[in-house]
């Protein structure tokens, strides 16, 4: 019986081990119709200078509602209501709208805010562990894309807790989450965006 047993055991082994981040991806796509959480954002050049280090949060709702709000140093705001996307410098006291498909494509953004259908826009492959994260690489399939590639990092558990995007430039953007929350109840509000009195309005 013990034999038996370990003969089971080491015939599963092989099928546990298959499963990994691009299956936590999978998972996190299917089963989450709603996420926010705070972050903190490194923004690392070719030349290795001093990252750039900013701070925000974000939310999205699926179908194709998103929010991504940089709190500090400079405040800059990006929201997609379904239909446009609305990026708001407050500074430059400047609005750029774009359609939706136009703005977003293949980018992370699409990636985390789709269903799992999103997946057949990139080339996904397992990242290996490191920082105690399960990581998954995904290389846009359009040449035209912004990035190179970004890789999503998860916990043993599956919980979304880190990314790095690799843009055209040598740019490398590390975000990593805190107060991650799957599928709370979100406003609408939250998704909807009036340009402010005296902005200037490019675009769409």
Known sequence: MKRRLFL?????????????????LKQFLDNTQSFRAGFSQSVLSRSGRKPQQSTGKLAFLKPGKFRWEVEQPYPQLMVGDGKKVWIHDPELEQVTVKKMDQALGATPAALLSGSSDTLKNFSLSEGGNSDGLDWV????????????RVRLGFTPDGKLQAMEMFDNF??????RFHQAESNPALPLSLFQFTPPKGADVIGE
Request: a negative charge; one cysteine or more.
């Open 137 to 148: 690489e995904a290389r846009p399939k359009n040449q035209e894309a912004s990035f190179d």
């Open 170 to 175: 040598g740019q490398t953007t590390t975000l």
């Open 8 to 24: 089971l055991a080491a015939l599963c082994c092989p099928l546990l081990a298959q499963a990994g981040a691009v299956d936590f």
